[in-house]
């Protein structure tokens, strides 16, 4: 068996053709990667592969070079690793994307290494804990051989990589390419598949694949469904998205709450209180538990379309299931009631808050401090907030200025 302990490689010959071997290859020195230590092994794999050289003439020489990068990311391998796939990656850390040499070294490991499906998955697996770019290009590489005993699955995550770095194209064909070898296409693969459509923004093919997953009878699950919202929030079709909740609550299948809070703060930005309360509900009927976070955009809701009354509601709730009101959730209904002029309310609802113990920040005094100055009652009210401040400063309370 060829050895595949020394780190670098070039392609000799001016064509590669795919196994065809256009010049033998020889050993050259030794690589800025490997310590000096390893000279006598080295020497012993040189004559070993010179020997394989003879009777197989490999396509490439292994080169000598390696920078600080390189060096770093190959002591920071797995100690785990096995030996035949340490070798390949040793070699794979000294790339870069699109690289030519990239193929001939992954055949000559299959050809000299004979690994099986176990060491590609580790090899892959390595890869992308060390978040390489290579990885997409060596599972695509994988995929075709036989070694590798390639299935829906593999695909899968190939989709889902090139998903995420939005190469939708390359995503295709993968897809294309699994079709045409005669592999299954199953609920799980269309998933990742309309996820990709939705995080692009692309809803109509989105809502094809949605469609084809229920004309083939598969089952969708949450994570199904969970794309198709996010497709249509980013089309700003509330609306539709609302709707396939309701879908999804007949089946009692609930959502994720990122999924939840993302159509919330649809309604939320869109000042739709009764859509942000709908969805409110709906997240509780999941059995989601709300935060503040949630509970702050409901109260937006109701501010942005001028019901301060029900904002004032939400945030006694809020104290009532355990929750302390935020500073956002403050600084939002003093926000409105400032828009309405209701400057004695606003001071009822803060004296309020204060006999409840909650205390008030820095966003909330800001804003009352402002709304103070374009009234011209700044001395006025002077009085009055440096002594809730004195009374505060137990309850580490920031005092803003007004001046």
């Not at 590669?16 to 080295?42: D, F, M, N, R, Y």
């Not at 390949?88 to 000559?108: I, K, Q």
């Amino acid at each position: 068996m060829a050895s595949l302990a020394i780190t670098a490689l070039r392609l000799v010959g001016s064509k590669v053709t795919g196994a065809t071997i256009t010049k033998p290859w020889k050993p050259a020195s030794q690589c800025a990667c490997v310590s000096g230590g390893h000279e006598a092994e080295l020497q012993v794999m040189a004559a070993e592969a010179e020997q394989v050289a003879v009777s197989e003439a490999p396509r490439f020489i292994w080169d000598a070079f390696g920078s600080d990068s390189q060096e770093r990311a190959i002591r920071g391998l797995s100690p785990k690793l096995p030996s035949r796939c340490k070798a390949l990656m040793t070699r794979v850390v000294c790339l870069s994307p699109g690289d030519e040499n990239l193929g001939a070294l992954l055949a000559y490991w299959v050809k000299a290494m004979k690994p099986k499906r176990a060491d590609w998955l580790l090899v892959l697996k390595e890869l992308k804990a060390m978040e390489s770019p290579l990885l997409a290009e060596v599972l695509e590489y994988a995929l075709l051989e036989d070694s590798f005993e390639a299935n829906v699955r593999d695909y899968t995550k190939l989709i889902h990589i090139y998903g995420k770095q939005k190469l939708l194209q390359k995503a295709e064909d993968a897809f294309h390419a699994m079709k045409g070898r005669g592999f299954p296409c199953d609920q799980v693969m269309l998933t990742a598949l309309m996820d990709m459509y939705s995080k692009a923004g692309d809803l109509t093919r989105a809502k094809e694949i949605f469609e084809e997953i229920i004309l083939l009878g598969l089952p969708l699950d949450k994570r199904a469904y969970g794309s198709m919202i996010m497709a249509y929030i980013r089309a700003a079709m509330s609306d539709k998205a609302e709707d396939i909740i309701k879908a999804m609550e007949d089946q009692q299948i609930f959502a994720g709450k990122e999924v939840y809070k993302a159509l919330l703060r649809a309604y939320s930005y869109k000042g739709d209180s009764d859509g942000a309360q709908r969805i409110f509900d709906a997240i509780q009927f999941a059995g989601v538990v709300p935060d503040t976070k949630l509970c702050a955009l409901l109260v937006n809701a109701y501010c942005l379309s001028n019901r301060i009354n029900a904002a004032v509601c939400v945030i006694r709730n809020m104290r009532t299931a355990g929750l302390t009101p935020c500073d956002k959730c403050i600084a939002l209904v003093l926000g409105a009631y400032e828009k309405a002029n209701m400057l004695e309310t606003a001071l009822g609802f803060l004296t309020e808050l204060e006999e409840n113990g909650v205390v008030i920040g820095q966003e909330p005094s800001q804003l009352l401090a402002g709304w103070f100055r374009r009234l011209g009652v700044v001395h006025e009210v002077e009085q009055v907030l440096k002594g809730l401040s004195e009374d505060m400063k137990s309850k580490q309370i920031v005092a803003v200025p007004v001046e």
